[in-house]
T-cell receptor, first 114, second 113 residues
Framework: ETGVTQSPTHLIKTRGQQVTLRCSSQ?????VSWYQQALGQGPQFIFQ???????GRGNFPPRFSGLQFPNYSSELNVNALELDDSALYLC?????????????FGPGTRLTVL | SQELEQSPQSLIVQEGKNLTINCTSS?????LYWYKQKYGEGLIFLMM?????EEKSHEKITAKLDEKKQQSSLHITASQPSHAGIYLC?????????????FGKGTKLSVIP
């Protein structure tokens, strides 16, 4: 069984640039959620994708967008990067069913915005 | 105020000692998740609780969800240096859509050999 993978591991960008982060879900899982974790804080929910559709969104501006592909992998895109976007970005995969599912996280992508 | 409060914020224990971390919610918990995180890395799934009164164990770690489903505790027996890290509770709260998780700020655990 393949676990959740994310790429790249680290990324450095400058203010105003755009970035794309990638996530491959655990085999058999059909749902991917993205979280942002600032230093010293718990992860904050950005959005979730199920069957290639956005299935819930947290309190993040529209410049945070995403995609899910037919193989259930996902991308997180952030436009017009700001300094405060510097954080660890985590994706979690799960299998949608009855009731809250177990959610497994990837190793994260560390984004630094200069 | 935080919807999910963890206590303590940090904990330093001698190897071999027992310890407890608490997670309290201002709303009903529909699913309560415990994760461990090494600094700057991903979250390692420990266990998930759903039913009031439920208790689960994995090796030396036991988690409980109280009957009213608004509080959970994580107990580590005979702590080891390998238990060191940040413990995060996450929850599906009442009113949340899409089973999104709300997290506490974490408890930093240090185990002194």
């Amino acid at each position: 069984e393949t676990g959740v993978t994310q790429s790249p591991t680290h990324l450095i960008k400058t203010r105003g640039q755009q970035v794309t982060l990638r996530c491959s879900s655990q085999s058999g899982h059909n749902t991917v959620s993205w979280y942002q974790q600032a230093l010293g804080q718990g992860p904050q929910f950005i959005f979730q994708y199920y069957r290639e559709e956005e299935n819930g969104r947290g309190n993040f501006p529209p410049r945070f967008s995403g995609l899910q592909f037919p193989n259930y992998s996902s991308e997180l895109n952030v436009n017009a990067l700001e300094l405060d976007d510097s954080a660890l970005y985590l994706c979690a995969s799960s299998l949608e069913g009855l009731g809250p599912p177990e959610q497994f996280f990837g190793p994260g992508t560390r984004l630094t915005v200069l | 105020s935080q919807e999910l409060e963890q206590s303590p914020q940090s904990l330093i224990v001698q190897e071999g000692k027992n310890l407890t971390i608490n997670c309290t919610s201002s709303k009903t918990l529909y699913g309560l998740y415990w994760y461990k995180q090494k600094y700057g890395e991903g979250l390692i799934f420990l266990m998930m609780l759903q039913k009031g009164g439920e208790e689960k164990s994995h090796e030396k770690i036991t988690a409980k969800l109280d009957e009213k489903k608004q509080q959970s505790s994580l107990h580590i027996t005979a702590s080891q240096p390998s238990h060191a890290g940040i413990y995060l509770c996450g929850a599906v709260l009442s009113g949340a859509g899409s089973y999104q998780l709300t997290f506490g700020k974490g408890t930093k655990l240090s185990v002194i050999p």
